[in-house]
């Protein structure tokens, strides 16, 4: 892999002309993965609650969080965003912790997009 330095000719001096190309390159950096995090329907979890889940997690407002609860309660599963692994499960711990304190089965889950 090529480091930081350049190596070329554009130094002047003995043996050197002062006349290559300058070819700085960057340290690699790598893009994190990144997750889905969905949520799940179910016959039970009111869509008030899944509505304030969405504003009050996943920082919806009121308009895209009652579009998305929507399109759970009509097709099953749904997108809440795309989040880098630990913001995704730290989310989903959020949803599942929040529902099970109130006593609704609403689940959500992640996976690698
Ligand atoms: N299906 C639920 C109802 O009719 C509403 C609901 C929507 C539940 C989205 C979960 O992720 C969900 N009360």
Redesign the pocket.
Known sequence: MKDSGDNDDDAKGPGNTGTGIVTKTRAKTKKPSLYKVL?????????E??VHILESIFGKNREEAVDV??H??RHGV?LCGVFTFEVAETKVAQVIEFARRHQ?P???TMEKE
């Open positions: 949520l799940l329907n179910d016959d039970y979890t009111p869509m609650f899944v609860m929507l759970v309660h749904g609704h609403l689940q959500c």
